[in-house]
């Protein structure tokens, strides 16, 4: 004989199932979240290094007007008293090098703190001023950066103590951009001429 069929059924397979579902939707969505988020995180560091490699550009573009001398005269290696020498050094500040840094050339002619004239140039490079990369050298453009990278280059005779002559020594503050305008990276360099 058959048995009887019993209708007291109260749908725990479907329940179940539903939340087996609803589990298993949760797991796909936040696996989706943090796929997302590390794909944005690998973007932001891909993009932070194509600055980093834009602002070692201009470091190098600099270091390339610098020994060219297109603009200035880059050494001198007679006495600090020579007179021809003191025209030379009062030619540069009189003439490419000011404390504005007009076309890129400063010069610390308050003698501000280094921390403050350095807070200066970056703000100077922030807001648009500087040297642009190539625009002295003629080097091509950098591809898949937001904006060139800009530079300042900073002027000082230093006299070693004990040498019998002055040595130029050149601070370059470069500004590289990524491929978006929020990625920056500054570098700062001293250079001089062996």
Do not use: H
């Not at 796929?35 to 944005?40: A, G, K, N």
């Not at 297109?70 to 021809?84: E, L």
């Not at 080097?139 to 300042?152: F, K, T």
């Amino acid at each position: 004989m058959a048995s009887p069929i019993v209708n007291n059924e109260k749908g725990i397979v479907l329940v179940s199932c539903l939340m087996l579902l609803l589990i298993l939707t949760m797991v796909g969505i936040t696996t989706m979240q943090t796929t997302t988020l590390q794909e944005r995180m690998s973007g932001s560091i891909a993009d932070k290094d194509l600055a980093f490699q834009a602002a070692e550009a201009a470091l190098r573009d600099a270091e390339l007007e610098i020994e060219s001398e297109v603009r200035f005269i880059n050494s001198y290696t007679g006495p600090p008293t020579d007179p021809s020498e003191l025209r030379r050094v009062t030619a540069l500040l009189d003439g490419p090098f000011t404390a504005a840094c007009s076309d890129g050339l400063c010069f610390n002619s308050t003698a501000a703190a280094a921390d403050t004239w350095t807070t200066t140039k970056v703000g100077l490079l922030r807001g648009g001023a500087g040297t642009g990369y190539g625009s002295q050298t003629g080097l091509a453009a950098l591809p898949r950066v937001a904006a060139q990278p800009r530079y300042l280059i900073d002027f000082q005779c230093q006299t070693v103590a004990g040498a019998s002559f002055c040595t130029y020594v050149f601070t370059i503050t470069a500004l590289g951009i990524g491929a978006r305008a929020d990625s920056q990276v500054l570098l700062e360099e001293a250079y001089r001429l062996e």
